[in-house]
């Protein structure tokens, strides 16, 4: 909430002014691609052939969970951003810009360009990291590194408002957690590459 209320609208009027003063960085920004869906497709296609190779040969370790977990968290992260969004229906940041008088959320007003809230690439991402973070102890500081680039990436290109970010983040942890505890029985006694 302090973020849409303070920090939202300065932040992206700063960025605006002061980074895509750079015509440069503008066109960049501007062209960049979105593989948002190439990311759970590549996911899920290694995670499938990681947890089936290791299951039939009956190695149950962090590893094999670890793809199992993703198998799943991927496409519902993906598919939750989608949902999410509907729900939502916050005006992106750059078109927001080009109309500050439409600033907010449309709750389930499918209007086009009301896709904002929350950020997709921070829920997905933050997800599958989430996972990581869970299995392999010793990635944790690569995986808030990764996480807080890809954050300050959305913000810095006008792609997203804090408020998204931050929300993609909260929706991708509470989506990794509640997989785990369907999917796995005994979260707790997890193995664990330390």
């Known amino acids: 909430m302090l973020a849409i209320l303070y920090f939202d609208v300065p932040l992206a009027l700063f960025v ?8 440069s960085w503008s066109k960049l920004t501007s062209e960049m691609p979105d593989l948002l869906l190439v990311v ?15 299951s039939r040969k009956g190695i ?6 670890f793809c199992y977990l993703v198998l799943w968290v991927a496409p519902l992260s993906y598919l939750s951003k989608m949902v999410l969004k509907i729900a939502f229906g916050r005006i992106n940041t750059r078109y927001w810009l080009q109309h500050p008088d ?11 360009r009301y ?3 929350p950020s997709g690439h921070m829920l997905v991402i933050v997800a599958i990291i989430a996972a990581v973070w869970r299995f ?31 929300a993609g983040t909260c929706f991708g942890v509470a989506l990794e957690a509640a997989c785990c505890r369907l999917l796995i029985r005994d979260p707790l006694q997890l193995p664990c590459d330390r």
Do not use: W
């Open 60 to 65: 149950y370790d962090a590893t094999t969970f």
């Open 136 to 166: 392999y102890p010793k990635t944790r500081p690569f995986c808030l590194l990764t996480a807080a680039l890809l954050g300050c990436a959305l913000v810095a290109t006008n792609y997203h408002f804090l408020s998204d970010v931050i």
């Open 40 to 54: 759970v497709l590549l996911s899920m296609l290694a995670s499938l052939s990681v947890y089936l190779v290791r």
């Open 115 to 117: 896709d904002g809230f």
């Open 102 to 112: 439409l600033y907010g959320f449309y709750f389930f007003q499918m209007r086009e």
């Open 16 to 23: 605006k002014n002061h980074l895509y003063a750079n015509t």
